[in-house]
């Protein structure tokens, strides 16, 4: 089993919707948990930062982590076709942990106008 | 500032041939890391450098691969001979700490045929 699941999709809305990607993990001493983006051919980019549980809002972006499910989700809200890329979600350990992410496989999103 | 710099951006070899790739991190950043990325096993971490020094190579596949820094503003992976199943996008990303934000390159795009 990996440390980190994610389902790859493809996931295809239409322009306006509400998009919710999730990450299961299964080490409970991840403390840091980030959503990157990739868009085709590019670098990924980190989107959202986030610290143990809680939610974290960045204009039509918000961020969820529930440490007791070991569940992260991302949820981007009237999309946009710019949106379109793949999501990519990372994680880390706490105070003594060196540094090293761990991602999910991606999931690929598709907005259409 | 120009970002993560990687060269080549695509390279196709024979099997059995050495390959090298080229990272330049960005200025000031003083950590660098190695990463493949394939359909099969998503993103996945090779090596890390904190201030020029070599601190988690458990991710280095095979003793084929080798990378090094030999200063603070260049860094090369080599995998010497190639294989067909080494085939893959290579990122070089940096932080200006170990746990900081991580900037990723363009990637260089590998065929082994």
């Known amino acids: 089993q990996k440390e980190v699941e994610q389902d790859p999709g493809p996931l295809s809305v239409p322009e306006g919707a509400i998009v919710s990607l999730n990450c299961t993990y299964s080490?409970?001493?991840?403390?840091?948990f980030m959503w990157y983006r990739q868009y085709s051919r590019k670098g990924p980019e980190l989107l959202m930062y986030t610290y143990s549980s809680g939610n974290k809002e960045d204009g039509r972006f918000t961020a969820q982590v529930d440490k007791s499910s070991k569940y992260i989700s991302l949820f981007i809200r009237d999309s946009q076709p710019s949106d379109s890329a793949t999501y990519l979600c990372a994680m880390r350990g706490g105070m003594g942990n060196t540094g090293k992410l761990i991602f999910g496989q991606g999931t690929t999103l598709q907005v259409k106008p | 500032d120009a970002g993560v710099i990687q060269s080549p951006r695509h390279e196709v070899t024979e099997m059995g041939q050495e390959v090298t790739l080229r990272c330049k991190p960005i200025?000031?950043?003083?950590?660098l890391f190695w990463y493949r990325q394939t359909m099969m096993r998503g993103l996945e971490l090779l090596i890390y450098f904190n201030n020029n020094v070599p601190i988690d190579d458990s991710g280095m596949p095979e003793d084929r691969f080798s990378a090094k820094m030999p200063n603070a503003s260049f860094s090369t992976l080599k995998i010497q001979p190639s294989e067909p199943r080494d085939s893959a996008v290579y990122f070089c990303?940096?932080?200006?700490?170990?746990?900081?934000?991580?900037?990723f390159g363009p990637g260089t795009r590998l065929t082994v045929l």
């Open positions: 200025s000031g950043h003083n950590s």
């Open positions: 080490n409970s001493a991840f403390q840091y």
């Open positions: 990303a940096s932080s200006s700490g170990m746990r900081n934000e991580q900037f």
